[in-house]
């Protein structure tokens, strides 16, 4: 399949689930993380996770898991939690996957939360890593990754980069709080864990915002009607290439039905004119 066409399905795929966002109740929640840079590891070791934010796309409410909460509530001061880290990440983590047992029928949205890197993944292998067993894994069907919609809908280039940044100043989204990777990385080897946690509120909501948008068709971006359409003119000769047996067939009905519409209408041969038989004289 060519790569036009192909775009062009997928993008009417992805509007199909966003639609069935829209047409029921409490489907879906927005789900990121913040964590230790996971760039420059030459141990290959995962990062150590900071606070996870969880936002509910009907009610708006937000459930958060951090490192800061779990150690006031072990009456741990901040600025010793780097002493506890691995007890307290793991109390955190623990309690993030019994929310998500509670929760697994929902569709969760994310940004680019992929691989074992910075994901789904990641956040499972942490936790076995810290001595748990996640009481239970996320199917491929419940994830939802809206940073791929976006270029699925809208293209490529429908604002500039890095994108999330980008289309958040475009659409005039408040920022507050926000931090982008190199921030978080500075903040986490601060211990600046409350500033960690308070960009990950910040991002579920962006998600949202940038969500709801998307469904209404408000979300402004850079792409041209064409490609926000998922339509450029290599698509039919494409479709065209690949189904060109198809495209035989309907060209032949079409000059067969042409040709018993006006054959009816088609001027008769005149019958040519008679000639008088001679009869031989007696």
């Known amino acids: 399949m060519g790569e036009e066409l192909r775009r062009y399905k997928k993008r009417k795929e992805t509007l199909q689930r966003l639609q069935a966002f829209d047409d029921s109740n409490n489907s879906a929640v927005f789900i990121h993380y913040s964590c230790e840079s996971f760039y420059d590891r030459p141990d290959g070791s995962t990062p150590r996770i900071t606070s996870i934010a969880v936002r509910n796309l009907t009610s708006a409410q937000t459930d958060s898991f951090s490192i800061h909460k779990t150690a006031e509530l072990r009456a741990i001061p901040i600025s010793e939690i780097s002493n506890h880290y691995d007890s307290l990440e793991k109390e955190m983590l623990s309690e993030f996957f019994d929310y998500l047992c509670k929760h697994i029928g929902l569709t969760w949205v994310h940004w680019n939360m992929r691989d074992i890197n910075y994901g789904f993944q990641a956040i499972e292998h ?157």
Do not use: C
């Open 126 to 282: 942490r936790f076995k890593v810290l001595g748990g067993n996640p009481s239970v894994s996320l199917p491929e069907e419940r994830k939802f990754d809206l940073a791929r919609a976006l270029v699925s809908i809208y293209g490529r280039k429908y604002t500039g980069h890095p994108r999330l940044e980008s289309i958040v100043k475009m659409n005039h989204i408040t920022d507050k709080d926000f931090l982008n990777g190199e921030q978080e990385a500075a903040a986490f080897n601060n211990g600046e864990y409350v500033k960690l946690h308070l960009s990950t509120l910040r991002k579920v909501d962006i998600f949202a915002n940038l969500f709801e948008r998307t469904l209404q068709k408000s979300l402004k971006t850079n792409a041209t009607w064409l490609e926000s359409h998922g339509l450029h003119p290599k698509i039919l000769i494409e479709f065209i290439t690949e189904h060109w047996i198809w495209v035989l067939i309907t060209a032949a009905i079409t000059i067969l039905s042409f040709y018993f519409t006006i054959k009816d209408h088609w001027p008769k041969p005149t019958p040519p004119a008679s000639t008088p038989s001679v009869k031989p004289a007696p």
